[in-house]
């Protein structure tokens, strides 16, 4: 256990040299899993004395993960239930799958979209002018 360690012998470098191999409490799996949910499903946490968070460390990875992809699996399946074409579930993303950032492009108005644009934007400015300021606003709402 101690053979890696270098001739530094702070005790965060010890702490991190024991603790490699785990999750952080506060890494975004176990944040969003929950230390209750991580220790009912029979994980341990480790923790030290000199922590002022009382987080810990997350001693089994696989478990964590386990765990995390089978919320993730409700979620996805929810949304699927809501009507939604496809819903994925992946802790990281996949970057594999040939899927990427797009970034939209402007689009040119057909002439009926140009029409309703302008109504739109006619109708707004009659009630800009019709109430100066917010005072002025009606107290219903929509």
Do not use: C
């Amino acid at each position: 256990m101690f053979d890696n360690l270098s001739w530094n012998k702070e005790p965060w470098i010890i702490r991190r040299d024991l603790t490699a191999s785990n999750v952080p409490a506060d890494d975004r799996r176990a944040v969003f899993i929950g230390a209750d949910a991580y220790v009912e499903a029979g994980g341990t946490i480790i923790r030290d004395l000199f922590t002022e968070d009382d987080g810990g460390f997350f001693e089994n990875v696989g478990l964590l993960d386990m765990l995390v992809t089978e919320k993730l699996r409700e979620i996805a399946s929810g949304a699927l239930a809501e009507g939604w074409k496809w819903a994925e579930a992946s802790i990281d993303f996949p970057h594999g799958h040939g899927m990427r950032r797009h970034y939209p492009q402007p689009v040119a108005f057909t002439d009926e979209d140009e029409a309703r644009f302008s109504e739109a934007a006619e109708a707004h400015d009659a009630l800009v002018e019709g109430y100066d300021s917010y005072d002025d606003m009606p107290d219903s709402r929509w």
